[in-house]
C-alpha cells in the first residue's frame, strides 16, 4: 500500500509553488512520463495518481529520472501522442545491454 506526503515544491525561474504528491514508490515499479493537457506527469506504472506534475516534458523527466534511480527501476519517457520516446534503465540487471546514451 503506498502512502501519499504532500509536499509544497518551489519551481526553478517560475517563483511559485506547486503542491507534488510523493508516494512510496516500490523497488523495480518503472516509472513513466506522460503528458497531461499542457503539462507532465510523472506515474509509477500501474497507478492512476502521478507523483508530481511539471509545465515542461524535461523537468517530469529529471523527477522521473531521480525516482526511477531511488527504486532501481526503469524511466519511460512518452511523446506527447503517448508513444514511447525513450527508456533508461536504472535497475541491477547482471548482464545490461551497452548503453550508447551515457
Excluded at 504528491?21 to 516500490?26: C, H, K, T, Y
Excluded at 520516446?85 to 540487471?93: A, E, I, L
Amino acid at each position: 500500500m503506498a502512502t501519499n506526503y504532500i509536499h509544497p515544491l518551489s519551481v526553478e525561474g517560475l517563483g511559485e509553488s506547486l503542491l507534488v504528491d510523493f508516494q512510496e514508490v516500490m523497488v523495480g515499479k518503472n516509472v513513466h512520463v506522460v503528458p497531461n493537457g499542457n503539462n507532465w506527469q510523472v506515474k509509477p506504472e500501474g497507478s492512476s495518481t502521478p507523483t508530481s506534475t511539471h509545465r515542461t516534458q524535461q523537468a517530469a523527466a529529471d523527477a522521473g529520472r531521480r525516482l526511477a534511480q531511488q527504486n532501481q527501476s526503469e524511466l519511460v519517457i512518452h511523446r506527447p501522442n503517448g508513444q514511447i520516446r525513450d527508456k533508461d534503465s536504472f535497475g541491477k540487471d547482471p548482464m545490461p545491454p551497452k548503453d550508447s546514451k551515457h
